[in-house]
């Protein structure tokens, strides 16, 4: 309902800036119009986005009026006046066409190949499953239902989002996560502590001093690291084992590792990168965050996301139960 609400008003909006627009045109004397762009539009109205258009054009050629046209159901297109020999043309033919060359190219992603609309639409389904189930988890919760099955659910739903993450990353596309928490519900993952029974996770784990080595690691800097680790561990129920310093790929800052005790019992680490400069990790994040890259916003919030991959496997005994989940949830 909440997503529906926001539709209606959305394309409330962009019609009344339509009415403006022709009311601002009729002040200059001029009855052509542009066209707004946006990357990912649906193909019917690519044909006439970013041009310039007379007002009959409009409902002739941009279906004006129309469910399914300009300023219709979920159109975000508006429209500004143009002054013919005095308005300067934001996008050219030639940009036009190229970028609609562009988007009708497909990516593939799991034998499947989509183009920028299509790919969007299924972001679209993603984010709309994905609030089915944390809808699903909590009435599950609510319901008092076995623990097993709560747990189940939350490992399905922590899947949908690694998928969604995976998938936005190979189109090239911004995760949109606000579109998924707009239920209100903030965090779903699995093992999350029912406050009431009061459990306390009392494992000693802290940062080793091998992470001095790591450019910018500071005392400070260390204590934040196991700072945000206990915040998470208050209300989360998280079986970390180890934290250790390797060497991980370009970029990273974080991972979360399985491995195997000399018994054969499935552990779990957290893993600092040992070629990060942490002097510039906060910034580094803070210019994910704005360019859409991650939706995390803080080192805690980095920790947080590794800390949900171990609890979506924590409960596996052996290797065959992890690589058996993996399976199950991909």
Known sequence: MEVAARRAVMTGLTQLS???AEYNAEKLGTEYFEVEWHAGA????TIWQGRVWSQQQLYDVCGLGTVIGLCGANCYHTYFPFVPGVSVRTYTDDWLDEQNWKESEPTEFRGKEYTLYEAKQRQRQMETAMRVQREKVQML???DADPDDVMLAKCKYQGQLDEYARFSK????KQERERIYIDGRWRVAPGRIDKKLNVVNTMKISVPRDAYKIKGM???AKHEIEAAINNLKKEYDIRLDLIEVAKMEVGDIFGAAPYLDDRGKLRFALVINEDIDYNVVKKKIQRRYDKGRFAGKSIEDYIAH???HIMTYQDCKNEAEFRTSITVIN
């Not at 649906?42 to 109205?45: A, D, F, L, N, S």
């Not at 190979?170 to 596309?173: F, K, N």
């Open 141 to 143: 919760q609510d319901g």
């Open 42 to 45: 649906r193909p019917t109205h």
């Open 218 to 220: 500071t005392s400070e």
């Open 170 to 173: 190979q189109m090239g596309l």
């Open 306 to 308: 590794e800390m949900a």
């Open 18 to 20: 339509g009415k403006i």
